[in-house]
């Protein structure tokens, strides 16, 4: 018995370009790019952290390098919820020792996620410096953990979730608000 | 968001690709994919099963898959144990059980195992709660290794459906001709098999096999060719007259690939004889893909692990929610 889903928008595509744009100069104005690199956390942090690498990239005139994670082999909670067969690529170029590393993600909830993410990236080696870009932080943290670049907050209540779209693989460009009567 | 687990099933225990379906066997290769890029890491490892602790029980002498077996498990973060009785002479029955039983009070989590006797895996499989897989019994099934030919296949020629895939020597002997023959099938390729008439099974064609009896038509007809190596160890005499006479009838020669049409995927499982059932110049050829098969064999075991070590009752469901 589940009623339908009650959307909001809270970003439309113009919205989130916005956001985006915003993020990508707060974090040129924060630090030196020359040694920067974007890690996007599978899926959709992976499609933002391009979107970002090429708008300091358009505005910069050199390229910035990005790379992808997928934490499903660090994840706190295996033994819950057991294995996902399909597990997406990491992919680190080169050596990240030394350099100045910027962790993307669409949704910021617990932080456990983030927290993954920071251990494997220190399989990888150890960046002079790492900080966190989210496009949409909707609070409900479990961890110690907070983003230095945040597209938008978002009050979150209960039975609510915040759903980031990417065209490459939603069709659009979106932050929604979602009240669902089933649970998460 | 929430990501959607594909469909399929491998439970408890991986005991033989017969009986698997295509989504599952297809379900084991997309897994294994990820797992590819680990082992090219600085540190080659992930922490997704630590504190699991791995008994890797080899009866039978092996090299490459029980080093494989512990390179998929450390690269995992398990803990393993390796306990090999080679030379001994356990037999199926009240030991094996003994062994595994005391294994278990020592609470282990899963049990690889290669025994000389068919049936071995699934007998242990059916007695103890730990996940067990089959590292290779007898001349049953030997599931992992079929599934890194099939990987190494897939890489090569970008598919398996509709492939024409011959197994060349000793197929009776084979368990890992059998192997192949259960997961190929499985998912739409031709499957032929080419040897001397006493290394073939009879009633093999009930599989859906067909029979090469020179292996220049096997050739040429052939996409991947798997050589298998003669298992002189399960040979009581008889069956080929001599090692030279074989590789003059059955070698897979550089001159008889020459004569093809094709570019011939050459695979073979390993330990070869060189110059009896493949001579070096192929083994060592560009079409050669045995040395990817290896590489292939840590991802793939990595993948069955992976999906045995989670698998509990419910967690299909849960693995549907996402968290941030």
């Known amino acids: 018995m589940s009623t339908p889903d009650m959307k909001t ?65 660090y994840r706190d909670d295996f033994d819950q919820i057991g294995p996902r067969p399909v597990i997406g690529s990491t992919a680190i170029p080169g050596d990240i020792n030394g350099l100045r590393v910027v962790i993307v993600d669409d949704v910021l909830y617990t932080g456990r996620t983030v927290k993954a993410a920071l251990t494997e990236l220190a399989d990888f080696g150890r960046p002079r410096r790492v900080e966190l870009c989210v496009l949409a932080d909707r609070g409900g943290r479990e961890l110690p953990i907070q983003a230095d670049h945040v597209g938008i907050a978002v009050e979150v209540g209960e039975g609510e979730r915040v759903e980031v779209r990417v065209p490459e693989l939603d069709d659009e460009l979106s932050v929604t608000l979602v009240s669902s009567s089933e649970s998460e | 968001m929430s990501q959607t687990r594909p469909e399929f099933e ?79 002479s356990v037999v199926k029955g009240e030991t094996l059980v003994d062994t595994a039983r005391n294994l278990e009070a020592m609470r282990i989590d899963m049990v690889v195992i290669r025994h000389a006797s068919s049936g071995a895996a699934s007998f242990l499989a059916d007695r103890i709660p730990s996940n067990v897989i089959n590292g290779g019994d007898g001349q049953h099934e030997h599931p992992t290794q079929a599934l890194l030919d099939m990987l190494t296949i897939r890489d090569r020629l970008g598919r398996l459906e509709g492939l024409k895939i011959c197994i060349i020597g ?100 390993g330990p070869m004889n060189r110059g009896v059932e493949i001579d070096s110049a192929v083994a060592d050829g560009p079409q050669s893909v045995i040395l990817p098969q290896v590489t292939n064999g840590v991802a793939v075991r990595m993948a069955v692990l992976y999906l045995l070590a989670g698998g509990k009752p419910g967690g299909a469901e849960a693995a549907k929610q996402e968290i941030t």
């Open chain 1, 9 to 73: 928008l809270l970003l439309d595509g113009p919205g989130v370009e916005q956001a985006l744009s915003r993020m990508a100069r707060e974090i040129m104005d924060d630090g030196v790019i020359e040694d920067l690199m974007l890690v996007g956390i599978h899926r959709r942090g992976v499609e933002l952290a391009e979107r970002i690498a090429a708008l300091i990239s358009e505005t910069a005139g050199r390229q910035i390098k990005t790379g992808s994670l997928d934490i499903t082999l």
């Open chain 2, 170 to 269: 000793d197929i009776v002997h084979s368990r890992v001709a059998r192997s192949n023959i259960f997961g190929l099938r499985t998912l739409g390729a031709e499957v032929a098999v080419c040897g001397p008439r006493s290394l073939i099974p009879v009633g093999i064609e009930e599989l859906g096999v067909s029979i090469f009896n020179h292996v220049e038509d096997a050739i040429e007809w052939a996409d991947a060719l798997n050589v298998l190596r003669l298992q002189l160890e399960r040979m009581q005499t008889g069956f080929i007259p001599s090692l030279r006479e074989y590789n003059r009838v059955f070698g897979v020669t550089r001159a008889r690939l020459e004569k093809a049409a094709r570019d011939t995927v050459i695979l073979h499982p």
């Open chain 2, 10 to 88: 491998l439970g408890k225990d991986l005991v033989g690709l017969e009986g698997l379906s295509a989504e599952t066997i297809t379900g084991i290769l997309d897994t294994a994919e990820p797992f590819k890029e680990i082992s090219e890491r600085a540190i080659k490892k992930v922490p997704v099963l630590r504190g699991k602790t791995i008994v890797n029980l080899f009866y039978e002498p092996s090299t490459r898959t029980r080093i494989s077996f512990e390179f998929a498990e450390k690269r995992l973060g398990a803990d393993t144990v390796n306990i090999s009785s080679s030379g001994s």
